[in-house]
Antibody
Framework: QVTLKESGPVLVKPTETLTLTCTVSGFSYSNARVGVSWIRQPPGKALEWLAHIFSNDEKSYSTSLKSRLTISQDTSRSHVVLTMTNMDPVDTATYYC??????????????WGQGTLVTVSS | SYELTQPPSVSVSPGQTASITCSGDKLGDKFACWYQQKPGQSPVLVIFQDNKRPSGIPERFSGSNSGNTATLTISGTQAMDEADYYCQAWDSSTAKGVLFGGGTKLTVL
């Protein structure tokens, strides 16, 4: 059974750095075209992709947020960590991790975590 | 920058066919997929690679993609299908980034 679960602070102050961890289980991470993404959703708004990392350590970031994001994974491929620097109230959102899979030019998110709401406020 | 555009809302009567569109420049040259999100829940993949259904997704969900428009079609819409729907594509031109549409609220009247 594929599961992903997000963990991290529920409240961060403006200018602080957010660190979120996605704990994954139930799927083989050895496939190069399988990985983990972070996606966020401000309250009442649309989904926004942030970053992803594949098992071969290939990474990609949202163009608009690239300077603030870092994604990494541990050697066991059980945990994927996202850091976002210089947090602002507009970054208040539910943050999801999701499994990304596909081939060629087709990639999609077939399993999602439950999400974690992060509020940015002083 | 590349954008995917969806209508904010679509309404349909129970038992009728709902069509939700997603528009982008030459979107038909990319693969589109669709997610369903109900209030308070995580998104669920309902269509991938334009027209494929994941295991467990009812046959009433189908997809197509041609020209500048991808379409999610729900035949025989049921009350349980009321949700937000998001299209998504893989943008090979922006360092392998992911694009989401703005979402469409489907109301089953």
């Amino acid at each position: 059974q594929v599961t992903l679960k997000e963990s991290g602070p529920v409240l961060v102050k403006p200018t602080e750095t957010l660190t979120l961890t996605c704990t994954v289980s139930g799927f083989s991470y050895s496939n190069a075209r399988v990985g983990v993404s972070w996606i966020r959703q401000p309250p009442g708004k649309a989904l926004e992709w942030l970053a992803h990392i594949f098992s071969n350590d290939e990474k990609s970031y949202s163009t608009s947020l690239k300077s603030r994001l870092t994604i990494s994974q541990d050697t066991s491929r059980s945990h994927v960590v996202l850091t976002m620097t210089n947090m602002d109230p507009v970054d208040t959102a539910t943050y999801y991790c999701a499994r990304i899979t596909g081939s060629g030019w087709s990639f999609y998110f077939d399993y999602w975590g439950q999400g974690t709401l992060v509020t940015v406020s002083s | 920058s590349y954008e995917l555009t969806q209508p904010p809302s679509v309404s349909v009567s129970p038992g009728q066919t709902a069509s939700i569109t997603c528009s982008g420049d030459k979107l038909g040259d990319k693969f589109a997929c669709w997610y369903q999100q109900k209030p308070g829940q995580s998104p669920v993949l309902v269509i991938f690679q334009d027209n494929k259904r994941p295991s467990g997704i009812p046959e009433r969900f189908s997809g197509s993609n041609s020209g500048n428009t991808a379409t999610l079609t729900i035949s025989g819409t049921q009350a349980m299908d009321e949700a937000d729907y998001y299209c998504q594509a893989w943008d090979s031109s922006t360092a392998k980034g992911v694009l989401f549409g703005g979402g469409t609220k489907l109301t089953v009247l």
